[in-house]
């Protein structure tokens, strides 16, 4: 049985800095595509970054480009989510998704993702 477990959530002040991390257990990690979505309240759920070993560079959503990446340690069955310069408009909860499709790393649509985690969230205040 898959489990994704997130953590690292909190509340930062605009500007802030915050580490997500996700453990997976379940599942031969390192052949997995991993990737992490956002949610704010009634707002669509967002791709935000999908990392696959087999592939190029992780994928980026354009709202967080240049401020938020994506690793991954295959040894501790993890993906991380490093998230610099926070905005008001990151905050939101943020859920952890894996799936042996490398489709959805490049498309970052949750569609193509089978295990999820229960999120943590991310706060993000002025």
Known sequence: QVHLVESGGGSVQAGGSLRLSCETSGVTFSTYCM???????????EGVAGIYDGAGSPSYADSVKGRFTISRDNAKNTVYLQMNNLKLEDAGMYYCAGDLSWLGCYHLSGEDFTSWGQGTQVTVSS
Request: aromatic letters at 18%; charged letters at 25%; proline letters at 9%.
């Open 35 to 45: 990737a992490w979505f956002r949610q704010a309240p009634g707002e669509q759920r």
